[in-house]
């Protein structure tokens, strides 16, 4: 079964600290893969998109890796702001006859201050 | 540029009236497509349409929902008629390249079904 899993669920850190959140996909024959933002009551909004071929891709001070062997990727927050809290969304696009997107639920980032 | 325009942004209605969300995509966007985000399942996938035709509705839940694309510049969802466990936020998102496109998201319905 096509699945998207992340982790933590919810995670807390004090602000200027680091963090990295988690992603684990069963998709195939993968497409791409995407990390977006989403603010409290607001639309998901993107902040990086990784290919099969790359292994890194930052975006300011967010840093995305994926390894398509072991079909994980990864979102790292340097620095954490306050305005980083919001939920982290993965998105798996896979080529299954019609081309697919599978969503993970997301994790949820509190940053106090 | 505009962004993803939805309508109304909170809906507030008792079970078994009829409800219709509208949207309104980037200029230039071939694909729209219709999620409803819940706490429990996330992000699900309602319909999508490519060029004004639907593509793939197997995530409609059932006869009362119902999505048309008239042209390229608007979009409806309707639920007819709505119950409580339809509560939820509904999003529509449009793309250049259907699936593997980056998606732009509206800001969302909030509806509340009583």
């Known amino acids: 079964k096509n699945q998207v899993e992340q982790s933590p669920q919810s995670l807390i850190i004090l602000e200027g600290k680091n963090c990295t959140l988690q992603c684990n996909y069963t998709v195939s024959p993968f497409s791409n893969l995407r990390w977006y933002k989403q603010d409290t009551g607001r639309g998901p909004v993107s902040l990086t998109i990784?290919?099969?071929?790359?292994n890194t891709k930052s975006n300011g001070r967010y840093t995305a890796t994926l390894d398509a062997d072991t079909k994980q990727s990864s979102l790292h927050i340097t620095a954490s702001q306050l305005s980083d809290s919001a939920s982290y969304i993965c998105v798996v696009s896979a080529y299954l006859g019609d081309d697919k997107i599978i969503f993970g639920k997301g994790t949820r980032l509190h940053i106090l201050p | 540029d505009a962004g993803v325009i939805q309508s109304p942004r909170h809906e507030v209605t008792e079970m078994g009236q009829e409800v219709t969300l509208r949207c309104k995509p980037i200029s230039g966007h071939n694909s729209l497509f219709w999620y409803r985000q819940t706490m429990m399942r996330g992000l699900e996938l309602l319909i999508y349409f490519n060029n004004n035709v639907p593509i793939d509705d197997s995530g409609m839940p059932e006869d009362r929902f119902s999505a048309k694309m008239p042209n390229a510049s608007f979009s409806t969802l309707k639920i007819q008629p709505s119950e409580p466990r339809d509560s939820a936020v509904y999003f529509c998102?449009?793309?250049?390249?259907?699936?593997?496109?980056?998606?732009?998201f509206g800001e969302g319905s909030r509806l509340t079904v009583l």
């Open positions: 998102a449009s793309s250049r390249d259907s699936y593997t496109g980056e998606l732009f």
């Open positions: 990784m290919t099969f071929s790359e």
